[in-house]
C-alpha cells in the first residue's frame, strides 16, 4: 500500500515536473516506527506504584452469595398432596 502511494506520487510530481515531494506515508511509518522507542509509563500525578509506602485505598469484601440459604435436604412432602396443589381445580358446573 505504501509502495502503492508512494509510486502514484511520484508519478504526480514528474508530471508536475516537481522534482522533491514529501512521502507523508513514509513520515508516518517513521513516526510509529519511533513511538515504539518511548518508555511504555510515565510519571503521572500521585504516588509512585512500585512504592510500598504509598498510601491506598482499603480493600473491603464482599460475598457474592451473601444472601444465599441452602435448601437442600429437605424432607419429601406426600407427592399425591403436591401434585393436587399445583393441579388446576375441576369446574363444578359440569
Known sequence: ???????KSA?????RGRRFSFNW???AVIALALSGCMPATTQVAGADPADPAAK????GYRST???YTGL?????APWRDRNDAVAPQPK???
Open 92 to 94: 363444578q358446573d359440569r
Open 1 to 7: 500500500m505504501l509502495t502503492l502511494s508512494g509510486a
Open 11 to 15: 508519478a504526480a510530481s514528474a508530471a
Open 72 to 76: 437442600r435436604p429437605a424432607t419429601p
Open 65 to 67: 452469595i451473601a444472601p
Open 56 to 59: 491506598v485505598a482499603p480493600v
Open 25 to 27: 506515508p513514509l513520515l
